[in-house]
């Protein structure tokens, strides 16, 4: 079983920032890709960022030169720090996660996400 726990969310002013982290934890291998998604309600979850294992990134374009997502490989977390919030980031953000599990005597990747963490910018 793995888990993905999210920390950091908060409320926040426009204008400022807030750093959310997530841990994997559990009978992991190895982590592939990790990301960050959010959802408003009445909306579809949109990826935010993401970063592979060689910590390559890619990022949703209402957010590049705002957000910087990280990894640490060691600890299996991933965090995404984000810097001159705006109103139009409140959303829940979700933390998920490419990994590679043994089940059923074979390796093989399973999507994994945590129960996600409240983002609010107040105006």
């Known amino acids: 079983q793995v888990q993905l726990v999210e920390s950091g969310g908060g409320l926040v002013q426009s204008g400022g920032s807030l750093r959310l982290s997530c841990a994997a934890s559990g009978s992991i291998i190895s982590i592939n890709d990790m990301a960050w998604y959010r959802q408003v309600p009445g909306k579809q979850r949109e990826l935010v960022a993401a970063?592979?294992?060689?910590?390559?990134?890619i990022y949703a374009d209402s957010v590049k030169g705002r957000f910087t997502i990280s990894r640490d490989h060691p600890k299996n977390t991933v965090d995404l720090q984000m810097n001159s919030l705006k109103p139009e980031d409140t959303a829940v953000y979700y933390c998920n996660a490419a990994v590679v599990v043994f089940r059923t005597s074979h390796l093989r990747e399973d999507e994994y996400w945590g129960q996600g963490t409240q983002v609010t910018v107040s105006s």
């Open positions: 970063i592979t294992t060689s910590s390559e990134t």
